[in-house]
C-alpha cells in the first residue's frame, strides 16, 4: 500500500458496510485540523440543475461571491444560468428566473434576491455575454474545472470517512459505499460530477497501454483508486500545470487536481485533492481530501504544509 491508495488484502461488496480499517504502515506528514464552516443560508445555495455525484446534496453546496479585476457574466439561456468570471476564471453558477432583477450592461437579469445582493457591487464594471460554456463535458452548462470543484464541495458534504478497503464495483460508474472511501475516491467523484468515469477512462488506458502501467491483469475495482495509477492517466490525457505555488504566470484555479507528497520518507506523490477558493489561515488555497484513518472528506489547509508534486486541470475536448 502506498499513501492513501486502497489496500487489496480485504474485499467487500459495496452494499455491505466495511469494517474497521488498520492504520497505513508509514505515518504522513503532520496536517492541520479539517476546516469547520458555518452553513449557508438557503437562500445563497447552489440552485442549479448540477447533475453528475451526491445529486440530494446539491442545495448545501455554497460558493464564495466572485472576485477578481476582470469580471465577466456569461448568459446561457438554453440551461437557465449565469456562470460568474473572475479574471479568466469560473467561479460561480446562478440560477435564471428569479424574482429579482438586476441591470447588466443595459440587459435585466432575473435572480434569486440573494443572488442579485450578491451580484449587485459587481454589476457596474462586469461584462456580460451571452454564452454556452464551452468546456462543458455533460452538458449542464457549467465548465468543467467548476464542475469539478461543486464535485468535491457535494463530496465534502457527504463527509465519507476514510477507509482504503478493497470493494467490489459495478462497472462502469461504481463507487464504494457513499459513506466510505479514500483520497482518489474524492477526486473520482469530483470528476464524475463533470462527466467523466474514471474508473472506466483509466480501465481502457491500461488495456490500451499495459506496459506504462505495469499492470497485465487489469482490475477495474481498484486500478481507478490508486495514486500510483491515477496520476500516469492524468499524465497521459489531463491538462497538466506547474505544482509551483507562486507562478503569476500559470496560477492555481479553483477544481484543480493536485498531488501531494505526504510521506517523507516515501518520495513522490502518494495522496490527491481538489484546490477550493476558500483560503486558510496560512493565505493558500484549500483542498478538499480525505487524509487519512478517522479523517472525514474535508477542506484542509495542506498547501504550505506538504509538498505539491503535480497539477492538472480538466482536459479540452
Keep these: 500500500m502506498l499513501g492513501c491508495e486502497p489496500s487489496p488484502t480485504r474485499s467487500v461488496k459495496a452494499s455491505e458496510a466495511p469494517p474497521v480499517v488498520a492504520p497505513a504502515p508509514a505515518p504522513k506528514r503532520t496536517a492541520p485540523a479539517p476546516v469547520r464552516e458555518a452553513p449557508s443560508a438557503p437562500e445563497t445555495t447552489l440552485g442549479v440543475g448540477d447533475t453528475g455525484v451526491f445529486d440530494d446534496l446539491r442545495d448545501r453546496v455554497q460558493l464564495p461571491a466572485p472576485s477578481g479585476q476582470d469580471i465577466r457574466f456569461d448568459v446561457d439561456r438554453r440551461h437557465g444560468v449565469l456562470v460568474a468570471y473572475g479574471d479568466g476564471t469560473p467561479q460561480k453558477v446562478y440560477p435564471l428566473g428569479g424574482s429579482a432583477r438586476?441591470?447588466?450592461?443595459?440587459?435585466?437579469?432575473a435572480l434569486r434576491p440573494g443572488d442579485r445582493a450578491e451580484l449587485s457591487p459587481l454589476a457596474a464594471r462586469a461584462q456580460l455575454r451571452d454564452a454556452e460554456a464551452s468546456d462543458d463535458a455533460d452538458g449542464d452548462g457549467i465548465p468543467n474545472s467548476l464542475?469539478?470543484?461543486?464535485?468535491a464541495l457535494k463530496a465534502e458534504a457527504n463527509g465519507a470517512a476514510y477507509d482504503d478497503g478493497y470493494f467490489n464495483l459495478k462497472y462502469p460508474g461504481g463507487d464504494p459505499p457513499r459513506t466510505h472511501g479514500a483520497c482518489v475516491d474524492v477526486i473520482v467523484r469530483a470528476v464524475r460530477n463533470a462527466g467523466m468515469d474514471l474508473q472506466a477512462a483509466v480501465h481502457d488506458d491500461i488495456r490500451a497501454a499495459p506496459a506504462l502501467y505495469g499492470i497485465t491483469r487489469p482490475d477495474s475495482n481498484i486500478?481507478?483508486?490508486?495514486v500510483r495509477t491515477v496520476i500516469k492517466y492524468f499524465k497521459r490525457h489531463w491538462e497538466a500545470h506547474t505544482p509551483a505555488l507562486d507562478d503569476p504566470s500559470d496560477p492555481l484555479q479553483p477544481g484543480d487536481v493536485v498531488f501531494l507528497e505526504t510521506i517523507a520518507a516515501r518520495p513522490g506523490p502518494d495522496h490527491v485533492g481538489v484546490v477550493?477558493?476558500?483560503r486558510g489561515e496560512?493565505?493558500?488555497p484549500l483542498v478538499i481530501n480525505n487524509w487519512t484513518t478517522g479523517y472525514t472528506t474535508r477542506k484542509m489547509d495542506l498547501l504550505s504544509l506538504v509538498p505539491v508534486t503535480h497539477r492538472f486541470r480538466f482536459p479540452r475536448r
Excluded: F, P, Y
Excluded at 102 to 109: A, D, P, W
Design 147 to 151: 464542475d469539478v470543484l461543486i464535485g
Design 102 to 109: 438586476l441591470s447588466v450592461g443595459g440587459q435585466e437579469l
Design 223 to 226: 486500478d481507478h483508486r490508486r
Design 282 to 284: 496560512t493565505g493558500k
Design 276 to 278: 477550493t477558493r476558500t
